[in-house]
């Protein structure tokens, strides 16, 4: 049951002693630090990328340095962490049971800031091991995997307590990527692997990180999300199955889609293509639930910050499914295979539909956490639209410097005009220094939004409106939010 209390009065309160949602409440305002890292990191990214001489001269603010530390910031900090945040917030409201082990759940937070902390150092100082995703030093793919595994073992414990007798559908999702991001670090971990078998490798993980940890969990969230806001009834849950299990069959084996043309099987690359379109499937049974969810609702939005944030995110998700599974086509890959264009995708996918879905957690859960109504919608809606101009323009600038690229290089290779390597892949990087130029200042307007939606989150809990202050303290299953 959920009940309330007053108001907590300070930031003081917010992060100190180990009470009921103490995880939740850490979590949630350790992920929108590190999320100005990463938005600060990604921002000087794009700037490197335009004006490669700037801050020329050190060698850990070189572009090869500076990617790793914004992918890892984003994907390590910001994202996982709001994940675990809703995991500890979400799980014992579906469950009806406590959460287990408050204590440890803590504990795990400090880890987890240790080895992002320890991961931005490593890698500034060039410890890579220069795999995508992969970069981080061996020991500290331990570190990773033990602070995931925290949350695996407290959730599994909480659920093993729950009073309810079925499993909601945001529960699949929660457990599904707990489970399958500790499997994907411990098989990213396996060593020794070089040439061709590290790239599979490599695409093998970062797909599975994207569709079945950072969107699998934010579809549980979304789940959770608009019922409970508007009211209605999950729309479909036989829909939501289908789409989870379709996400767990195919999310980690479309990775190699992006190398289509390139060192791996071509099996694998048809493989990975047909599952492409699977994972269409899925995101159009999400935003079918989603809508089919909302029905009568629509005018809610204007009040709830959480419900835009959740509905505008499920829109990005089905722009990107269709983008990826378009790259896999071979006629599509021959253009855009190996160019900007799937790091357009990538910025759209971490920024605009998993960010947006992690935003939305935030703006539902930090005044039931510590009773104090979101000090300005004003400020919900400039994250809103500058996440939209800045991801959304961001995403686009690389599509259209991915195709530039991309028939650059074919009409090179067709005119016999200049062979696009060596000293004639200058005439490339012409084509698109203005496009780059331009994503430089798209992400200073999405770095603008975050900055925006940081500062609100601070003023929510230092002199937001009091009010109720959401507390569980049974486990009487009636009284459990139900989808």
Same mark, same amino acid.
């Given at each position: 049951m959920a009940t309330t209390t007053a108001a907590r009065s300070s930031l003081v309160d917010f992060v100190a002693p180990g009470d009921t949602d103490s995880a939740a409440r850490r979590h949630l305002i350790a992920a929108i630090v590190f999320l100005l890292v990463a938005g600060f990191f990604t921002s000087l990214l794009f700037v490197k990328l335009a004006y490669p001489s700037f801050l020329g001269g050190q060698a850990f603010t070189t572009y090869g340095r500076l990617r790793p530390i914004a992918i890892s910031t984003t994907v390590l900090g910001f994202l996982t962490l709001m994940h675990l945040a809703a995991i500890y917030y979400l799980v014992p409201r579906l469950t009806g049971a406590r959460l287990w082990n408050e204590r440890l759940a803590n504990l795990g937070l400090w880890l987890a800031v240790g080895v992002n902390i320890a991961a931005v150092l490593a890698l500034a100082a060039?410890?890579?091991?220069?795999?995508?995703?992969?970069?981080?030093?061996?020991?500290?793919?331990?570190?990773?995997?033990?602070?995931?595994?925290?949350?695996?073992?407290?959730?599994?414990?909480?659920?093993?307590?729950?009073?309810?007798?079925?499993?909601?559908?945001?529960?699949?999702?929660? *457990?599904?990527?707990? +489970?399958?991001?500790?499997?994907?670090?411990?098989?990213?971990?396996?060593?020794?692997?070089?040439?061709? #078998?590290?790239?599979?490798?490599?695409?093998? %993980?970062?797909? &599975?990180?994207?569709? =079945?940890? =950072?969107? &699998?969990?934010?579809?549980?969230?979304?789940?959770?999300?608009?019922?409970?806001?508007?009211?209605?009834?999950?729309?479909?849950?036989?829909?939501?199955?289908?789409?989870?299990?379709?996400?767990?069959?195919?999310? #980690?084996?479309?990775?190699?889609?992006?190398?289509?043309?390139?060192?791996?099987?071509?099996?694998?690359?048809?493989?990975?293509?047909?599952?492409?379109?699977a994972l269409v499937v899925a995101a159009l049974a999400v935003v079918t639930n989603l809508i089919g969810t909302i029905r009568g609702k629509w005018s809610m939005m204007r009040d709830s910050a959480a419900l835009r944030f959740t509905m505008v995110g499920a829109a990005a998700y089905l722009v990107v499914a269709v983008l990826r599974a378009l790259q896999g086509f071979r006629s599509v890959a021959a253009i855009i295979g190996l160019t900007s264009f799937?790091?357009?995708?990538?910025?759209?996918?971490? %920024? &605009? =539909?998993? &960010?947006?879905?992690?935003?939305? *957690?935030?703006?539902?859960?930090?005044?039931?956490?510590?009773?104090?109504? +979101?000090?300005?919608?004003?400020?919900?809606?400039?994250?809103?639209? #500058?996440t939209l101009v800045g991801a959304g323009l961001l995403a686009a600038l690389l599509w259209m410097a991915g195709l530039i690229s991309g028939y650059s290089w074919a009409a090179g290779a067709l005119t016999g005009t200049y062979v696009p390597a060596g000293d004639g892949f200058a005439n490339t990087l012409d084509q698109v220094r203005i496009t780059y130029g331009l994503s430089a200042l798209a992400a200073l307007v999405l770095f603008a939004g975050q900055l925006a939606f940081a500062y609100n989150a601070y003023r929510t809990f230092t002199s937001g409106t009091p009010t109720a202050h959401e507390t569980l303290v049974s486990t009487n299953p009636a009284e459990v939010v139900d989808e």
């Open positions: 060039g410890y890579s091991n220069g795999r995508e995703w992969l970069e981080i030093p061996w020991w500290l793919d331990i570190g990773v995997i033990a602070m995931l595994a925290v949350p695996t073992v407290v959730a599994t414990r909480t659920l093993r307590d729950r009073t309810e007798e079925g499993l909601f559908v945001s529960l699949w999702y929660f *457990f599904g990527g707990l +489970v399958w991001v500790v499997a994907l670090f411990v098989v990213g971990s396996i060593p020794n692997l070089y040439g061709a #078998a590290s790239q599979i490798q490599s695409s093998f %993980f970062v797909s &599975g990180i994207i569709e =079945l940890w =950072l969107v &699998g969990v934010g579809v549980g969230t979304a789940y959770y999300l608009v019922p409970k806001i508007t009211g209605n009834p999950l729309y479909n849950r036989q829909l939501a199955l289908v789409g989870f299990w379709t996400l767990a069959f195919a999310g #980690a084996w479309v990775g190699q889609r992006r190398f289509v043309y390139g060192p791996g099987p071509d099996w694998l690359e048809t493989t990975a293509s047909v599952f492409s379109l799937d790091d357009g995708t990538l910025m759209l996918t971490l %920024f &605009g =539909l998993a &960010g947006l879905w992690a935003s939305a *957690f935030a703006y539902h859960s930090l005044p039931r956490l510590i009773g104090r109504e +979101v000090y300005s919608l004003r400020l919900a809606a400039v994250h809103l639209q #500058a």
